[in-house]
């Protein structure tokens, strides 16, 4: 049709103004599509049942049937004509609403600046001047979208460039489900939308992070340092959680003897906390010294020498493949001067045993009974004789 013009529409699902708990559809802005400016309807007549000819369009139904949750917003394109194009645009193409014109949403010349200046580039170089970690699924998901959000507002990135950056901090499978998102929402898609699909896919649904924060408990070292793992845990698990509740809790976990000379009216906050217990680090307990065997695995960690392992070829070429001994001490070895060492003399020699060889002073383990063995051998045969 001749009058027909198309707009975009953008429709968000939020809180009443009146009813907190209750949520509510309203159409937010209207754009001419080719110009720039969008404009926004009062607040009075941004809710839906403000625009009854508006609803009864099949693809706005449809839109605002998928604004099932507070936060999503929708931004949809429509061919107005007719009596719904007189509702919102004059015959001279000025925007309104039952002919009061809308005010344009008004852009700063500092976020037009930054608009038209950050490219990709721009957006990781940004990133190393933002205090906010990459998240790997081990930070609590709530607190650091929002320490993203705050920082990217302060770096002076739009919101519209919030997903784009986003990229940028993920890290593991949580590319992978940027990757999909990226393919159901798009870059265009409200930062409203993508920020609720990443709080519903990696907020903790399980109790074990919880357990873990309220039942960790003191062992030894600083006082102080236990004071700050704590309550990081505790913080990670539950956000929301009142500071004398966690105070509370981190004193449950310390030591009766601690607790007792803790004055709970002088405590209600952490640094109270950390305060009294500094007066205390007397009483910690210091970690336990490593001992000579674990030091040895730790400090002076040595790969193990494969020859110190291997069978003894001469035994193994006499049938006896999974002996495990030097071959200069073998008694099948001609050039030992103990070569075919009586059994019962060996079993009387302390030098000689079947747990360890002495040799030049080094103790050698055995992995194999050989004595036991080749007394086993030696009664088959003489089985073997008498038959």
């Known amino acids: 049709m001749g009058d027909e013009i198309k707009v975009v529409f953008i429709l968000s699902c939020e809180a009443s103004p009146t009813d907190s708990r209750s949520n509510v559809r309203n159409v937010k802005s209207i754009q001419i599509i080719g110009e720039d400016e969008f404009y926004k309807f009062p607040q009075n007549v941004q809710p839906i ?24 917003s929708r931004s949809v394109k429509l061919a107005i004509d007719g009596d719904l194009r007189k509702i919102y645009i004059d015959q001279n193409e000025n925007v309104q609403f039952r002919d009061e014109f809308l005010d344009p949403i008004p852009i700063t010349k500092e976020q037009e600046d930054v608009s038209n200046q950050l490219q990709p580039k721009s957006l990781s170089s940004l990133t190393k001047d933002m205090v906010c970690p990459k998240y790997d699924r081990k930070s609590n998901p709530t607190q650091w979208i929002e320490q993203f959000e705050l920082e990217a507002t302060r770096m002076k990135v739009p919101q519209a460039r919030f997903a784009e950056m986003l990229r940028l901090f993920l890290e593991g499978s949580s590319l992978d489900w940027y990757e999909i998102t990226f393919r159901l929402i798009g870059l265009g898609g409200a930062w409203s939308e993508w920020k609720i699909n990443f709080l519903e896919n990696f907020n903790t649904k399980g109790w074990s992070e919880i357990v873990y924060a309220y039942e960790f408990k003191y062992l030894c070292g600083s006082f102080l340092d236990y004071v700050l ?12 959680l009142p500071t004398i509740a966690r105070v509370n809790l981190v004193v449950v976990g310390l030591p009766s003897n601690v607790r007792e000379k803790l004055d709970r009216s002088e405590i209600s906050t952490q640094a109270d906390l950390m305060s009294a217990l500094g007066a205390l680090e007397h009483l910690a307990l210091k970690a336990p010294p490593l001992s000579e065997k674990q030091n040895k695995q730790t400090d002076n960690k040595k790969p193990n020498k494969k020859s110190e392992h291997k069978p003894c070829s001469i035994c193994a070429k006499l049938g006896n493949p999974q002996r495990y001994h030097p071959e200069s001490i073998c008694w099948n070895n001609p050039k030992n001067p103990d070569h075919k060492l009586d059994l019962n003399k060996a079993r009387d020699n302390k030098s000689y045993n079947n747990n360890n060889y002495n040799n030049n002073g080094k103790n050698i383990k055995v992995a194999n009974n050989v004595e036991l063995q080749e007394v086993m051998n030696q009664e088959i045969n003489n089985q073997k004789n008498l038959n």
């Open 229 to 240: 793992k704590k309550t990081r845990l505790l913080l990670d698990a539950e956000p929301a």
């Open 49 to 72: 049942n403000q625009h009854p000819e508006l609803a009864a369009n099949p693809t706005i139904r449809k839109a605002l049937a998928q604004l099932d949750k507070r936060g999503k």
